[in-house]
Nanobody
Framework: QVQLVESGGGLVQPGGSLRLSCVASGRIFRINTMGWYRQAPGKERELIAS???????NYADSVKGRFTISRDNSKNTAYLQMNSLKSEDTAVYYC???????????????WGQGTQVSVSS
C-alpha cells in the first residue's frame, strides 16, 4: 500500500510562514504529479498548488506569489512553503499524489490525512 503523510502545520500569526511536508511511502514505482489542496470549514476543497515530476508548477490565484511548491524525487517528498500568511489561509491542507505502484499498470491518486494550518493573531 501507498501512504502519504503531511507534517508542518500549526498556528501562526498573520504575515508569518510555515513549511509543509508530504512524504510518500510504500511500494512506489513512480510519482507523477503531486499537489496541495486545502479545505476551510464550510467550503469546498480547492487545489492550491501542483508540481509535475520534472518540476513544472501551477498555483491558484489566491496563493500565487506567496506559496511555493517543490519536491525531492529522491525522497518521495513534496513541500509547500507558505509565506505572508493570511487569516483566509486557515484550512486543513491535504497532500495528493498521482502514483504508479510497483508491478501495477495504472496510475492512482493518493491522499494524506491532512494537517491543520491556522492563521490568527
Amino acid at each position: 500500500q501507498v501512504q502519504l503523510v503531511e507534517s508542518g502545520g500549526g498556528l501562526v500569526q498573520p504575515g508569518g510562514s510555515l513549511r509543509l511536508s508530504c512524504v510518500a511511502s510504500g511500494r512506489i514505482f513512480r510519482i507523477n504529479t503531486m499537489g496541495w489542496y486545502r479545505q476551510a470549514p464550510g467550503k469546498e476543497r480547492e487545489l492550491i498548488a501542483s508540481i509535475t515530476r520534472d518540476g513544472s508548477t501551477n498555483y491558484a490565484d489566491s496563493v500565487k506569489g506567496r506559496f511555493t511548491i517543490s519536491r525531492d524525487n529522491s525522497k518521495n517528498t513534496a513541500y509547500l512553503q507558505m509565506n505572508s500568511l493570511k487569516s483566509e489561509d486557515t484550512a486543513v491542507y491535504y497532500c495528493n499524489a498521482n502514483i504508479l505502484q510497483g508491478f501495477s499498470s495504472s496510475w492512482r491518486d493518493y491522499w494524506g490525512q491532512g494537517t491543520q494550518v491556522s492563521v490568527s493573531s
